[in-house]
Nanobody, 123 residues
Framework: RVQVVESGGGSVQAGGSLRLSCVAS????????MGWFRQAAGTEREGVAA???????SYLDSVKDRFTASRDNAGNTLYLQMNSLKPEDTATYYC?????????????????WGQGTQVTVSS
């Protein structure tokens, strides 16, 4: 059974930084992808960033130029460097992976999900 485990969440003040990490079983296939999603209270889960098998990245518009997603060479560890954090970034952040993903920022393409890690940004 594939397991996905996130770490690195916490509480920071606005303008601060956090780095999230995610370890998962390796996903194979030319369309495989790993991504970060977040869900704030009372909202739907949204795609934040993703890295596909070729290293191409996708970002939610509101986090571009502030967040950077990356994968290690083995392809089964995903990172999210979050800088210039804002209170609206407060959410539970989930890591996800899928062997075949055509739309990296949509939840429907992902098969495996972590339990989530909380990120809280205070003003």
């Amino acid at each position: 059974r594939v397991q996905v485990v996130e770490s690195g969440g916490g509480s920071v003040q606005a303008g601060g930084s956090l780095r999230l990490s995610c370890v998962a079983s390796e996903f194979t296939g030319s369309r495989s992808c790993m991504g970060w999603f977040r869900q704030a209270a009372g909202t739907e889960r949204e795609g934040v960033a993703a890295v596909d098998a070729d290293g191409n990245t996708s970002y939610l518009d509101s986090v571009k130029d502030r967040f950077t997603a990356s994968r290690d060479n083995a392809g089964n560890t995903l990172y999210l460097q979050m800088n210039s954090l804002k209170p609206e970034d407060t959410a539970t952040y989930y890591c996800a992976g899928g062997p075949v993903v055509f739309r990296p920022l949509e939840t429907s393409g992902y098969k495996y999900w972590g339990q989530g890690t909380q990120v809280t940004v205070s003003s």
